[in-house]
């Protein structure tokens, strides 16, 4: 499956494979143990890498400016952290290398991952909660027996297909052409009730058997 097609691609991308999977192959028994501490090494000199140029301060300077108008990018009038440049989408670690003098002799693969975990942070982040969000929904059961005509709030399409589909979680809810977010919030809400009749019912039980013990 390529990852362009993946649900959540900016997490499942091919340039992060490696430290995806390394750990889990390793955790399997395919993965040797030298492979395995290069994976740990590579994303030591990241995390590194990624502090290092959170601190680095840089001056403004004609030559800088010049170099930020050239990409049409706006020039600077007081200095900043490095990382701020390398957010600029028009801005790389190669084009900021003169400016960045102390810079410490990576592989390639260490800066490209610095550079990509910066400049795409935000969206990151954003897909990572999506992907928490969508696993906490998949804990969440349905019962294949539900007739959703009987919930009310939901609409009459989300009805018609999730009696057609009868998925076993809201996480494949979510998933059904024609079933809205809001029909996903209609359904959280009858879970809870649910829940919350189960619970109470299991009390008045817990307490007619507490008491016939007593007698």
Known sequence: MMTSRSEYRLLLRQDNADLRLTARGYEIGLVGEKKYQRLQEKIRLIEAEKARVALVSVAPS???????VSRETSPMKTGCRLVELLKRPQLSYELLAPFDPDRPDLP???????EISIKYEGYIKRQFAQAQE???LESKKLDETLDYQ???????????????????NLGQASRISGVSPADISVLMIYLRKQEAQ??????????????????
């Open 198 to 215: 189960k619970r109470a019912e299991k009390h008045r039980t817990d307490a007619q058997q507490e008491g016939q013990g007593n007698d």
């Open 134 to 136: 969508m696993r906490r």
């Open 62 to 68: 004609d030559a800088l400016n010049a170099l930020l």
């Open 150 to 168: 009987t919930i009310t709030g939901l609409r009459m399409e989300a009805q018609e297909k999730l009696n057609r589909v009868k998925p076993q």
């Open 108 to 114: 390639a693969d260490v800066f490209e991952q610095v």
